[in-house]
């Protein structure tokens, strides 16, 4: 049903008023407190094993950051999955400090291990802002997650017959006054999936790809897919190698 004028003008305000409110915190992004907690949480000793995260590979080697955020998803050897950063996280803490993965899994957003995943991804892939993302698709696994997640991501479904690609899969789409990325290709992805983690102006929270895309599933009217979940990971895989040659503004400010 189209809005009435006066409904129109209302919404024209209020998306005015976030965004000067974004623009105005640019200077200060608050994404930096997350940065921060993440970088502590990675440092710290915690967990049954009071161990620290130091020797975490995300794929470029033990303890190694820098670059290795727009290289995920990726294949990871010792678990012989496709893994994106918060499901590797995941797996070293579960490892490394002996932290039980359904704290996590089973938690809730901004709050617990949940949060305290979200400000690590921060962190760490503020290290790799500025750098082109170049996921790699030389393993089997890779390529058939790439698939599964395009397939995914045309897929339609749910109360209003709807699919990523309904908002985010032609040229020009809007939604509500708001400009929607094309993810099929460069240079949308750059937009899209090179922009998160983001702090979200409209609720003062810090949020994940994990989230955006548990997100966009409930405003389909989709069940929402477990944290780390296979559906999660490919989808990040077929967007991040459409994102190839991007650069990664992590972390960015969003509505």
């Known amino acids: 049903?189209?809005?009435?004028?006066?409904?129109?003008?209302?919404?024209?305000?209020?998306?005015?008023?976030?965004?000067?409110?974004?623009e105005m915190l640019q200077d200060g992004n608050p994404a930096e407190l997350f940065e921060a907690k993440g970088e502590e949480l990675w440092k710290k000793p915690r967990g049954?094993?009071?161990?620290?995260?130091?020797?975490c590979d995300l794929g470029k080697g033990p303890g190694v950051v820098k670059g290795a955020f727009v290289e995920l998803p990726r294949y990871f050897k010792d678990t012989g999955k496709v893994q994106d950063l918060e499901s590797r996280l995941v797996t070293c803490m579960s490892t490394l400090q002996g932290i039980d993965p359904k704290e996590v899994i089973n938690g809730q957003w901004g709050r617990g291990e949940r949060a305290n995943t979200t400000a690590l991804a921060t962190w760490i892939g503020a290290q790799?802002?500025?750098?082109?993302f170049n996921l790699p698709q030389s393993n089997p696994q890779e390529r058939t997650m790439y698939e599964v997640g395009k397939r995914l991501f045309f897929q339609r479904g749910g109360a209003h017959d709807f699919a990523c690609a309904s908002c985010h899969g032609e040229e020009g789409k809007r939604i509500r006054l708001q400009d929607l990325p094309l993810l099929t290709k460069a240079p949308g992805?750059?937009?899209?999936?090179?922009?998160?983690?983001?702090?979200r102006v409209s609720n003062g929270q810090m949020w994940s790809m994990q989230h955006r895309l548990n997100d966009c599933y409930?405003?389909?009217?989709?069940?929402e897919?477990?944290?780390?979940?296979?559906?999660?990971?490919?989808?990040?895989?077929?967007?991040g190698v459409n994102a190839k040659g991007?650069?990664?503004?992590?972390?960015?400010i969003k509505r």
């Open 48 to 55: 049954p094993k009071n161990a620290s995260l130091e020797k």
């Open 218 to 223: 409930r405003q389909q009217r989709f069940p």
């Open 1 to 22: 049903m189209a809005l009435s004028g006066a409904a129109l003008a209302q919404e024209k305000t209020s998306i005015q008023a976030i965004e000067e409110y974004r």
């Open 128 to 132: 790799s802002k500025g750098m082109a």
């Open 189 to 199: 992805d750059g937009v899209g999936f090179a922009a998160w983690p983001a702090y």
């Open 246 to 252: 991007n650069k990664s503004a992590v972390p960015t």
């Open 225 to 239: 897919p477990d944290f780390a979940s296979d559906v999660t990971v490919a989808l990040g895989v077929y967007l």
